[in-house]
């Protein structure tokens, strides 16, 4: 599996978009995307990713695709 294929997964996994074009999924978007399933979706991509982010990036981690940004700042291709 690629990373961009485990990042997806992550994604529709924790969120359920259910069709919704993953490059419009922010966390105001999502009812789920609250404070705790923001936590649980960053410690499921460092694990996944075996990272640890900084807590800026944490806060910073805003969207679908500031995510694949942030991860891109660690390494993690997409």
Request: hydrophobic residues 40%.
């Amino acid at each position: 599996m690629t990373n961009l294929e485990k990042y997806n997964e992550i994604f529709t996994n924790r969120f359920n978009p259910n069709g919704v074009d993953l490059d419009q999924l922010t966390n105001q978007s999502v009812q789920l995307w609250d404070s705790v399933g923001h936590m649980g979706l960053i410690a499921e991509l460092e694990e996944c990713f075996n990272i640890r982010l900084d807590t800026f990036d944490i806060i910073d981690f805003s969207s679908y695709c500031k995510g694949k940004e942030i991860l891109l700042q660690y390494g993690i291709v997409l």
